[in-house]
T-cell receptor
């Protein structure tokens, strides 16, 4: 079974631009969560989608948004990019909407550099 | 609020040495506890988990026991290999919430 895939793997943008990242969960998984990883803040939860609905959201500004499609694929969008948005963005999928007790399977991440 | 504290890294050991990476947590409820590992250039992989007090998670020679009395979930391995070099994250999660709370990570380097 294929794992979680994320595209693109690397991205360079300039301040003020917007970016869209994509995540395809493991086949059959219905929950997709997004995390931001930076050296300073570590791993921080962005949001989780289940059955095309956002179920939980972390403490990030409204510039960060996401959506989930009927095939469980998910996208996250960051508008008006800032230098501090440079990070590794990780997507994780799990089978059910079982919350944090459920094992989450992570993709390789998208490394975003904002210049 | 809930939090996870890990020992500062980097940790450098010789091959076949015994490994302990300390992890303590603060929790308002009864979470599951996890250890994830991140190899260079890759995402996180679940290493092991424990869902209730006194449970022991184990995988690939690594073990950790959920200790409610000391709020700890220390990772141990009897004999490390060069291939164990990675960053290790301790984490907790609840069934009522989607997010996992991660520790800051501990970088482990194993010398041949």
């Amino acid at each position: 079974k294929a794992g979680v895939t994320q595209t693109p793997r690397y991205l360079i943008k300039t301040r003020g631009q917007q970016v869209t990242l994509s995540c395809s969960p493991i086949s059959g998984h219905r929950s997709v969560s997004w995390y931001q990883q930076t050296p300073g803040q570590g791993l921080q939860f962005l949001f989780e989608y289940f059955s095309e609905t956002q179920r939980n959201k972390g403490n990030f500004p409204g510039r960060f948004s996401g959506r989930q499609f009927s095939n469980s694929r998910s996208e996250m969008n960051v508008s008006t990019l800032e230098l501090g948005d440079s990070a590794l963005y990780l997507c994780a999928s799990s089978l059910e909407q079982g919350g944090g007790k459920e094992t989450q399977y992570f993709g390789p991440g998208t490394r975003l550099l904002v210049l | 609020g809930d939090s996870v504290t890990q020992m500062e890294g980097p940790v450098t050991l010789s091959e076949e040495a015994f490994l302990t990476i300390n992890c303590t947590y603060t929790a308002t409820g009864y979470p599951s506890l996890f250890w994830y590992v991140q190899y260079p250039g890759e995402g996180l992989q679940l290493l092991l988990k424990a869902t209730k007090a006194d449970d022991k998670g184990s995988n690939k020679g690594f073990e950790a026991t959920y200790r409610k009395e000391t709020t700890s979930f220390h990772l141990e391995k009897g004999s490390v290999q060069v291939s164990d070099s990675a960053v290790y994250f301790c984490a907790l999660g609840y069934s009522s919430a989607s997010k996992i709370i991660f520790g800051s990570g501990t970088r482990l380097s194993i010398r041949p």
